[in-house]
């Protein structure tokens, strides 16, 4: 059998071999390498690293020097950064969400973060839009996708899909300020529904999406996000889409 393998690989171009490397992504392309010393070199190749760093890294790749370290050593010091940037946002949602919801405040401050953090797309597909992560993380995600990214709404429905988290749902509800009618204000509003992730991405949670973007401002006072639907407070007068 290892004669076998042996003669594959001297029969297989070079340029051939590099290609089939060159296509694959990190995790297959790191267990391609554990099969020989062939492919071990092949895959090590600072080209195919160099390719995934500025995929994975579009907008930081000119301030990245290989001249010291190759570029496989430079994406996994990245990789290493951005899984502990990911973990103090993983934990701060967790934190604020003990109850099953989440302030819009706190929620928009994990999106400041990541913004601050320069998460890439790969980056919150890798460590954010996992099936068995809190879904109001799953949210963040792609909050953070469709406003600071701006990444095209179908590729991150693909990508959604693909993680098994498209229909994950979370439940919305904002509070407005009653309207004035002929010298008395009315009592206060408060709306909610449950979208899920394919809905903020396909037009029919664009309502939600808009309170979720601006947060509690002018009219809307307070705006709550959860797993869950939470029980209406005293000072609720309407309540809509709900199921």
């Known amino acids: 059998m290892k004669q076998s393998k042996r003669n594959i690989q001297r029969a297989l171009p070079l340029d051939i071999a590099l290609k089939i490397a060159s296509s694959l992504q990190v995790l297959d392309l790191c267990s391609l390498g554990g099969c020989s010393r062939f492919w071990r070199g092949l895959c090590g190749s600072d080209s195919i690293w160099e390719s995934l760093t500025k995929q994975r890294w579009p907008s930081l790749h000119s301030s990245l020097d290989p001249s010291t370290k190759g ?15 990911a973990a103090e946002v993983v934990g701060f949602v967790e ?13 928009q401050k994990a999106i400041e973060d990541l913004s601050s953090m320069q998460f890439s797309f790969e980056d919150v597909h890798m460590f954010l839009f996992k099936p068995k992560l809190n879904v109001l993380l799953n949210l963040v995600g792609l909050h953070y996708c469709i406003f600071c990214l701006e990444m095209p709404a179908d590729r991150v429905m693909d990508t959604l899909v693909g993680c ?28 909610s529904c449950w979208v899920s992730l394919e ?45």
Request: net charge positive; charged share 25%; hydrophobic share 35%.
């Open 71 to 85: 570029w496989r050593e430079i994406y996994l010091r990245m990789h290493r950064e951005k899984a502990g940037c």
């Open 95 to 107: 934190q604020c969400s003990l109850s099953g919801s989440i302030d819009v405040g706190d929620y």
């Open 164 to 191: 098994n988290i498209v229909k994950h749902k979370v439940h919305v509800k904002w509070w407005k300020l009653g309207r004035w009618f002929h010298g008395f204000r009315m009592r206060d509003e408060c709306c």
């Open 199 to 243: 809905d903020l991405l396909t037009g029919k949670g664009e309502e939600v999406l808009g309170v979720l973007n601006r947060g509690a401002v002018h009219e809307v006072f307070r705006v709550e996000i959860s797993i869950s639907n939470p029980k209406s407070t005293s000072w609720c007068q309407s309540t809509q889409g709900e199921g």
